[in-house]
């Protein structure tokens, strides 16, 4: 099994160590995984403004990138949504429809598809879980609170795996942090204090980090938490499902 | 439309009061928790929404064959039926009731639609005066101000401030903010005028093609006490608002209050089928819109909506900016999909105030996927040519960036590239990321080359 590693334009730039941690935690799991050099963006910021129609040549670089793997595997819900839900090429409708069928979240593909139950990996401290949005309701990583339906959550599951590590609970259990792409500047007042609201609820739970699947979620409430002067770090979830802290 | 602001600088103005925003927050924030607590009484609560779902859109689609067989089942009944294309012709047919039963005074209990066709100032320019019964409207009525929420109008104020607007025009005590004394207060001023009105105008809730009837659902009763002490009655409805039998009352019923409020049932679930005697029922079919949206595939589920508001309840960012930010008369998400198709140019901006974090498709009853079309009428919008210039080029300028490896990881290598222009920032003037959030630290090499130090050997 080969594995595309998709590692999102702002994850690249501005976040190595989630990609590293990815690349890290599924290479200790057994898996090929190589990393398409000419990646860019996945158009997702385009697409949620509007721009859609603006997509078509990422669309056509992504296909030239992740054609020939098995899986596409990518550290981020959002972007691996769009992809999904909005891939498309005229001129080869074929592979884009096996792209949209054969990319995972990580989390996902960690239970999913490897099926993994054990982990060896240790974090002992106390962690905040966000649930980002387009992950947990757009992929469903993770049940809903708004459906009358049994719980369940990928990433949780994987948390549980990590030594030492306590996950708090929430008050709201999967609301928004209000990023949102370009939402996040567009509409700078309410995406702040929807951060602000999201990240008091971590602190008022006494959580130390602050994980998601998410690394734009994690990057508008690090913002915040920076600007509040707080020592509450957050972290990619492959970092601390890849940890080995003693 | 006269509206100068758009959505995120009316949120910017009702986030100056941060407390308010928090007590906003939590107000709706509660209302959204015991819908979840009387959803989770209902076992079988997915599938009465997929029920719902479907026989809307079995109505949506034979809506004219239902329309027609709901039109001559009232007539049967001594229903006056009307129907009206738009706003105007609505207003105009209201208003020429009354005129031929010489009544310059009314009194209206809540109707969206009515509020959709700005009815309240078009009898107030001819002379007409109306009374808003239900108590959430009579408050904004009196305060000058639009409902800010569907189901919840004055949501928006704390009693302290219904207190004065109740002292300043109904004559109650200063300083009085206790609801109960309050809510009497406004039942005795209601009492008088529902006493003295020889004409009253509801909404409907729900109409049933099969047998002409149609329901109406308050939980203070006044639009029977209107409709009951009224010599004439008159019933607006947008025409969507049809379900093909009686027997389906009980899905729809029994899903809209449990997601409006979270009670089981609402308090008057009023059944209204022929005029008793000497009395006249006038029904007024509304389109406005409707037969448009009807025609727009990507949309059509909108016109599934029954009016509870779960959806602006859940919406993260309804209760963080208000009702009044979405300048229109259905606010929130439902309003974000449906004020587009009455005026896309005045209304642009309201697809865009949403994260699309789906909140509100989970919650809707009638299962309308309603972050979806957020999506899709961004889309529509852009291509329509009503996305801001300084944006367009942005995304251009981003969109030929990232088609090209070479000049992505050139201008990530300059870095600073990234910092203006990465996509979080892409409508930057003033960095409006900056001015409330820390940026993040740049790394001193970016995951590619990371890779090609450590990994190249591998995969070359
Ligand atoms: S869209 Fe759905 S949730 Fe929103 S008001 Fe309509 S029926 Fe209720």
């Known amino acids: ?246 | 439309m006269k509206e100068t602001k758009d959505h995120a600088a009316l949120s910017e103005a009702f986030n100056a009061d941060e407390p308010r925003v928090n007590w906003h927050d939590e107000t709706l924030w509660f209302v959204r928790q015991k819908r979840d607590r009387a959803a989770q009484t209902i076992p079988d609560w997915e599938l009465l929404r997929e029920t719902a779902s479907r026989i809307k859109h079995n109505v949506l689609s034979n809506l004219h064959d239902y329309l027609l067989q709901f039109e001559a089942s009232a007539r049967a009944n001594g229903v006056i039926v009307h129907w009206a294309a738009d706003a105007r012709e609505h207003n105009q047919i209201v208003h020429a009731i009354l005129q031929k039963h010489k009544v310059d005074r009314m009194v209206k209990s809540k109707s969206m639609l009515t509020e959709e066709c700005h009815l309240n100032e078009y009898l107030a320019e001819n002379g007409v005066e109306v009374i808003d019964s239900d108590l959430g409207e009579r408050i904004v009525q009196l305060a000058k101000e639009p409902p800010s929420h569907i189901v919840l109008p004055s949501i928006h104020k704390k009693k302290e401030e219904v207190g004065m607007i109740f002292h300043e025009h109904l004559g109650t005590p200063t300083g009085m903010s206790d609801p109960q004394a309050l809510t009497e207060a406004a039942r005795q001023h209601l009492r008088e005028t529902f006493l003295t009105r020889r004409a009253a105008l509801t909404g409907v809730n729900f109409a049933v093609a099969e047998t002409g009837e149609f329901v109406i659902c308050t939980n203070e009763g006044n639009a029977d006490m209107g409709a009951h002490l009224a010599d004439v009655h008159i019933a607006c409805m947008g025409i969507e608002k049809l379900i093909p039998e009686r027997k389906h009352l009980g899905v729809f019923l029994r899903l809209l209050t449990r997601s409006a409020t979270g009670q089981p049932i609402t308090t008057y679930s009023s059944h209204f089928k022929k005029p008793r005697e000497g009395h006249e029922l006038h029904l007024v079919l509304v389109d406005n819109g409707r037969s448009v949206q009807l025609g727009r595939e990507d949309f059509r589920n909108s016109l599934k909506c029954i009016r509870c508001g779960a959806c602006m309840n859940t919406c993260p960012v309804y209760r963080r900016s208000g009702g009044h930010s979405y300048h229109t008369a259905v606010a929130g998400p439902i309003g974000s999909i449906l004020a587009p198709n009455l005026d896309m140019k005045a209304n642009a901006d309201l697809p865009f105030a949403s994260t699309l974090c789906g909140s509100c498709t989970n919650v809707c009853p009638v299962k309308i996927d309603i972050h979806d079309q957020l999506y899709k009428w961004r889309q529509v919008i852009v291509r329509e040519g009503y996305a801001d210039t300084k944006k367009t080029m942005g995304m251009k300028a981003m969109t030929a960036t990232f088609a090209s490896p070479a000049t992505f990881k050139l201008a990530g290598k300059a870095g600073r590239w990234f910092m203006r222009h990465a996509p979080f920032a892409v409508n930057n003037r003033l960095n409006p990321w900056y001015k409330q959030r820390d940026m993040p630290a740049p790394p001193k090499e970016s995951f590619g080359e990371w890779y090609l130090k450590n990994r190249k050997k591998k995969h070359e």
């Open chain 1, 1 to 246: 099994m080969t594995v595309g590693l998709f590692i999102p334009c702002y994850v690249d730039q501005f976040y190595p160590n989630a990609a590293i941690a990815t690349l890290e935690l599924l290479e200790k799991l057994g898996v090929e995984v190589a990393y398409p050099l000419k990646q860019t963006c996945c158009g997702q910021p385009m697409a949620n403004s509007g721009f859609g129609h603006l997509a078509a040549e990422s669309d056509e670089l992504f296909i030239r990138n992740f054609s020939g793997f098995d899986y596409i595997v990518a550290p981020s819900g959002s972007c691996v949504l769009h992809i999904k839900d909005h891939l498309h090429s005229d001129k080869r409708p074929a592979e884009a429809k096996a792209i949209r069928e054969k990319v995972y979240e990580l989390t996902e593909f960690l239970t999913d598809v490897l099926k993994v139950d054990s982990l060896k990996a240790r974090f002992p401290h106390r962690v905040g879980l966000h649930q980002s949005c387009h992950g947990q309701r757009g992929l469903k990583l993770a049940q809903m609170s708004e459906l009358v339906a049994p719980p369940f959550s990928k990433p949780e599951q994987l948390l549980s795996m990590v030594e030492g590590l306590e996950l708090v609970d929430l008050t709201r259990q999967d609301e928004c942090c209000g990023f949102g792409g370009t939402f996040c500047v567009a509409e700078e007042a309410v995406s702040v204090k929807m951060g602000k609201d999201r990240v008091a609820d971590h602190l008022q739970h006494g959580a130390a980090y602050i994980t998601a699947s998410d690394m734009s979620c994690l990057m508008h409430m690090e913002g915040i938490l920076r600007r509040q002067k707080s020592n509450v770090k957050v972290l990619h979830i492959a970092e601390i499902l890849n940890a080995q802290e003693l």
